[in-house]
């Protein structure tokens, strides 16, 4: 973070992002160095939507940007009923209702792809929108106690 404060200090950045910071990890930042960071790039996906996380980022004005946004393919989550049938709805695919769920949450997203009509597909997500009841039946398929993490915890990384 040193280097991160000395780079804006000498005006070559004007903002300052962390990743895979959870709340004590943003508290003990802004107590030592007085930065609130623009944006948190973590680990969040329906399964795992870091509830505690998002709600201090937003309270502070910190962006969230989501990776793993599709769950990194590690679980079931296209054929999870809430987003199949609003993908049928919708007449969208899977992976675009849950990019569609991750906007209209106000997360930031970028979906990794090494297939063209993927990538083209995920940036297909801006001519509809899920209603309020697709949203919170979404939001349900977190399990609430941290076990839809795809990756490891961010404590145990070096
Ligand atoms: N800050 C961090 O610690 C951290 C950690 C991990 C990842 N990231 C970043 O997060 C970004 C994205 O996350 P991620 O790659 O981990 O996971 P992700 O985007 O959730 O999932 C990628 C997987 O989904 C598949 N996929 C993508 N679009 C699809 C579609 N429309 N339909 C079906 N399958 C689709 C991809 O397969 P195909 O490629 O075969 O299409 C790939 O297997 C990456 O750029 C990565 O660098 C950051």
């Given at each position: 973070m040193g280097e991160a404060l000395e780079l804006r200090d000498a005006g070559l950045t004007r903002s300052i992002g962390v990743s895979n910071f959870l709340v004590p990890h943003l508290e003990r930042l802004v107590a030592e160095t007085s930065v609130v960071p623009a944006v948190d790039q973590i680990e969040l996906h329906p399964a795992h939507q870091q509830r505690d996380v998002t709600e201090w980022a937003g309270a502070h004005g910190i962006r969230i940007e989501a990776w793993?946004?599709?769950?990194?393919?590690?679980?079931?989550l296209f054929g999870a009923e809430p987003v199949a049938t609003a993908a049928s709805a919708h007449g969208k695919t899977p992976a675009q209702v849950v990019l569609r769920w991750h906007l209209q949450k106000g997360n930031i997203v970028f979906p990794k792809s090494v297939h063209r009509a993927r990538l083209e597909e995920n940036l297909d997500v801006f001519g509809f929108e899920l209603t309020d009841a697709e949203l919170t039946g979404i939001d349900a398929?977190?399990?609430?106690?941290?076990?839809?993490?795809?990756s490891a915890h961010p404590d145990e990384v070096n």
């Open positions: 793993g946004p599709l769950g990194q393919g590690k679980y079931d398929l977190d399990p609430s106690d941290g076990s839809g993490r795809v």
